[in-house]
């Protein structure tokens, strides 16, 4: 059966996107992949046994309404602890990033690019042991 491997990501700000994922999410960097003058062109973050990939992009776009229903990725999606909510809800203030919707299993982010992130503990319910 297949496993997740990674998910590359463009970003027209490769080191606000890493600052983000690295520090805010703390993923941990894995590689970096040096493109012309020295920049960064990827890098690779750890997510459990796969890597996210963020890849320096050429150019810009607007970012999608939070639920916009046009195909294409949606959304990544990290596993948290049920009782790890609260800590992610302060760690998010703190680094001022606003939580743009919750449910009771999810919190809702978007990195600098405009992508969702969410922070799921689903099916448990936010305060459950496993």
């Not at 970096?32 to 990827?42: E, I, K, L, T, Y």
């Not at 973050?45 to 970012?63: C, I, K, N, P, S």
């Not at 046009?70 to 909510?85: K, Q, S, T």
């Amino acid at each position: 059966m297949p496993a997740f491997h990674h998910l590359a990501v463009q970003c027209a700000d490769l080191a606000a996107c890493e600052r983000f994922y690295r520090d805010v999410l703390g993923l941990p960097v894995l590689r970096r992949w040096p493109g012309a003058g020295g920049d960064d062109r990827s890098v690779w973050l750890a997510v459990g046994d796969g890597f996210l990939a963020l890849e320096r992009a050429a150019g810009r776009r607007e970012a999608p309404p939070f639920r916009d229903g046009a195909p294409g990725l949606h959304l990544l999606a990290l596993r948290i602890g049920a009782g790890e909510r609260a800590a992610w809800e302060e760690r998010l203030r703190g680094a001022g990033v606003e939580v743009v919707h919750r449910t009771p299993h999810t919190l809702y982010v978007r990195d600098p690019e405009g992508n969702r992130v969410g922070l799921s503990h689903w099916p448990e319910a936010a305060g459950e042991e496993p």
